[in-house]
Nanobody, 115 residues
Framework: QVQLVESGGGLVQPGGSLRLSCAAS????????MGWYRQAPGKQRELAAQ???????NYANSVTGRFTISRDGAKTTVYLQMNSLKPEDTAVYYC?????????WGQGTQVTVSS
């Protein structure tokens, strides 16, 4: 019933930027939280950034000041602007929607930061 489609991953050099997008299959209304999780090889999945239905944002300490999460006015698309990328940011990034008792996940998009 709900699909999240991600795009924007790729290969970038250290210090570069990428912009990820996550489009929901319907207009998201009500109380919800959307976020970007990431999972590097051999490591647990962690929350990088999240935004609430009220517009409040939260970031992992490791990305604060470098990443920005935002959404469009219709609340159908969420973005993650990633600047000053580091090799340790390399991971598969997953879009997440938490609404009521349910979690929905995107398919994941690979971000590789390498020289």
């Amino acid at each position: 019933q709900v699909q999240l489609v991600e795009s924007g991953g790729g290969l970038v050099q250290p210090g570069g930027s990428l912009r990820l997008s996550c489009a929901a299959s319907f207009r998201v209304i009500g109380i919800y939280t959307m976020g970007w999780y990431r999972q590097a090889p051999g490591k647990q999945r962690e929350l990088a950034a999240q935004i609430t239905s009220g517009g409040t944002t939260n970031y992992a300490n490791s990305v604060t000041g470098r990443f920005t999460i935002s959404r469009d006015g219709a609340k159908t698309t969420v973005y993650l602007q990633m600047n000053s990328l580091k090799p340790e940011d390399t991971a598969v990034y997953y879009c997440n929607l938490h609404m009521g008792p349910n979690d929905y996940w995107g398919q994941g998009t690979q971000v590789t930061v390498s020289s």
